[in-house]
């Protein structure tokens, strides 16, 4: 079992650069993955960013250049940086843990547990 909280949501305006954080408990060293996810209202979930406990890293195209995942293993917490935030970034972002595959991806599919998620809002 992994226990994942998050913070550090809220509202920002366009432009801003906050950091969500999550904390993750429980069997840990069973991760192979971890990344974030963002649901806007009235869409489906997508991927944002996942990281491999090697550090290699995979980004969704819309978020390139202007978001960055990061982890701290001896703090077992994993950060998403995010840079130049625009309106359309508004969504509930959940972060996630992947025990039951051997790689990374940002497919939804792959991961088992999740935290509950926190919102960033983006006004312009």
């Known amino acids: 079992q992994v226990r994942l909280v998050e913070s550090g949501g809220g509202s920002v305006q366009s432009g801003g650069s906050p950091r969500v954080s999550c904390a993750a408990s429980?069997?840990?060293?069973?991760?192979?993955?971890m990344g974030w996810f963002r649901q806007a209202a009235g869409k489906q979930r997508e991927g944002v960013a996942v990281?491999?406990?090697?550090?290699?890293?995979i980004y969704a195209d819309s978020v390139k250049g202007r978001f960055t995942i990061s982890q701290d293993n001896a703090k077992n917490t994993l950060y998403l940086q995010m840079t130049s935030l625009e309106p359309e970034d508004t969504a509930m972002y959940y972060c996630?843990?992947?025990?039951?595959?051997?790689?990374?991806?940002?497919?939804?599919?792959?991961?088992?547990?999740w935290g509950q998620g926190t919102q960033v809002t983006v006004s312009s």
């Open positions: 990281i491999d406990r090697s550090g290699r890293t």
């Open positions: 996630a843990a992947n025990t039951a595959f051997d790689y990374c991806s940002v497919s939804r599919s792959i991961f088992n547990y």
């Open positions: 429980g069997y840990t060293h069973g991760t192979y993955c």
